[in-house]
Antibody, heavy 122, light 111 residues
Framework: QITLKESGPTLVRPTQTLTLTCSFS??????????VGWIRQPPGKALEWLAL???????RYRPSLRNRLIITKDTSKNRVVLTMTNVDPVDTGTYYC??????????????WGQGTLVIVSS | QSALTQPASVSGSPGQSITLSCTGS?????????VSWYQQHPFSAPKLLIY???IRPSGVSSRFSGSKSGSTASLTISGLQAEDEADYYC???????????FGTGTKVTVL
């Protein structure tokens, strides 16, 4: 059974750095073609890909947030960490950790975490 | 990286068929056959319904079908049921990013 679970702060002050951790089980990020990423959803709004890291350490970022995001993996601990710098109230939303195996041109999301709500407010 | 365009809402009566549209451009839907659809019930994570325009993953009801014409993809729900009331998002490969782009989302209401 595949599970993903997000953890991190619920409330973050503007300009601070947000660190989210995804702990997963049921698969290994050292397995060829495996990928784990982050998708967020502002309240009442659409889904947005943020970042994705593959088994071979290939990393993908949302172009508009590239200079604020860092995604890393710890294969031995089955964890993926997303760091977002200089947060703003517009970064408020539910952040999902997802499993997305490598595809030549696509990122299908096969499994989702329950999501964690992040509120950016002073 | 502009979101794909979906109608904000679509409604239908039980048993009817409805079609949701997802409009992009030549850099995404129009140029490739990598369109997927997700269903999201309130307070839940999304679920993959369709990928590669028209392929249903195992376990997804055959009442859901996908197609594409030009730069517009479509999701048809036939035999509409109360449980189909949810938000639906399309997604597509795009040449403008190394990550897929989602649609704006459509809320389906079963009357």
């Amino acid at each position: 059974q595949i599970t993903l679970k997000e953890s991190g702060p619920t409330l973050v002050r503007p300009t601070q750095t947000l660190t989210l951790t995804c702990s997963f089980s049921g698969f290994s990020l050292s397995t060829s073609s495996m990928g784990v990423g982050w998708i967020r959803q502002p309240p009442g709004k659409a889904l947005e890909w943020l970042a994705l890291i593959y088994w071979d350490d290939d990393k993908r970022y949302r172009p508009s947030l590239r200079n604020r995001l860092i995604i890393t993996k710890d294969t031995s601990k089955n964890r993926v960490v997303l760091t977002m710098t200089n947060v703003d109230p517009v970064d408020t939303g539910t952040y999902y950790c997802v499993r997305s195996p490598w595809g030549a041109k696509q990122q299908l999301v096969l499994d989702w975490g329950q999501g964690t709500l992040v509120i950016v407010s002073s | 990286q502009s979101a794909l365009t979906q109608p904000a809402s679509v409604s239908g009566s039980p048993g009817q068929s409805i079609t949701l549209s997802c409009t992009g451009s030549n850099t995404d839907i129009g140029g490739y056959k990598y369109v997927s659809w997700y269903q999201q019930h309130p307070f839940s994570a999304p679920k993959l319904l369709i990928y590669d325009v028209s392929i249903r993953p195992s376990g997804v009801s055959s009442r859901f079908s996908g197609s594409k014409s030009g730069s517009t993809a479509s999701l048809t729900i036939s035999g509409l049921q109360a449980e189909d009331e949810a938000d639906y998002y399309c997604s597509s490969y795009t040449t403008t990013s190394t990550l897929e782009v989602f649609g704006t989302g459509t809320k389906v209401t079963v009357l």
